[in-house]
């Protein structure tokens, strides 16, 4: 038996999706934005209280929105490509709130993945600098190399931090300054 909470939003998405099978519907769908709320006072559309990410998803056909979807109904879609990018930006707004409070962040598990990197170059987060010689995919290259190393140097770890305080710090501050409700 379906929870209560999947069969609301299953009945939810397919009211405004042109598809009336849920199966096909869920491709209708793509994550348009994320806004987190640190008071925790909002519910998803399944009607799952205290959500921390709330999601806009729009229909890439008719153009329709759905606000606020929780974490765990984008899971409810299955689809990886969703999956994923939810993930991701849930990371993002965990790494910006680890650099606004440890100005001595280091890169490693806790707070990066290969992926969250490589959406952070696509995205433009590496600002090129004298330091990179105007080249911003040589720091993207470097933390890339630098999180597959085992042991680091002390040097490279504060070449990694201070491309991290530099480059991808007010990169999320300025992504995300109007998406968290605190
Ligand atoms: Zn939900």
Redesign the pocket.
């Known amino acids: 038996m379906e929870s209560l909470?999947l069969r609301?939003?299953k009945s939810a998405v397919l009211k405004y999706s042109d598809s009336s099978n849920w199966n096909a519907a869920v491709y209708e769908w793509e994550i348009y934005d994320v806004d987190e709320d640190d008071t925790l006072s909002e519910s998803?559309?399944?009607?799952?209280e205290n959500?921390r990410y709330l999601f806009t998803i729009k229909n890439k056909i008719n153009g329709n929105i759905l606000y606020p979807?929780?974490s765990?109904?984008i899971h409810?879609f299955e689809r990886k490509e969703l999956n994923d990018l939810a993930t991701i930006k849930e990371q993002l707004f965990k790494l910006l709130h680890a650099v606004e409070s440890n100005e001595f962040i280091e890169l490693t598990s806790e707070y990066f993945t290969r992926k969250l990197l490589r959406y952070l170059y696509d995205n433009n987060a590496f600002e090129p600098n004298q330091y990179n010689g105007f080249n911003a995919y040589k720091d993207y290259r470097f933390l890339i190399d630098m999180f597959n190393k085992r042991n680091r140097t002390y040097k490279q770890n504060q070449k990694a931090t201070a491309i991290i305080l530099n480059s991808i710090k007010p990169y999320l501050e300025k992504l995300l300054k109007d998406k968290i409700k605190r």
Do not use: P, Q
């Not at 998803?44 to 799952?48: A, D, I, S, Y």
């Open positions: 909470y609301n939003l998803c559309v399944c009607g799952k959500l979807i929780g765990s109904c409810k």
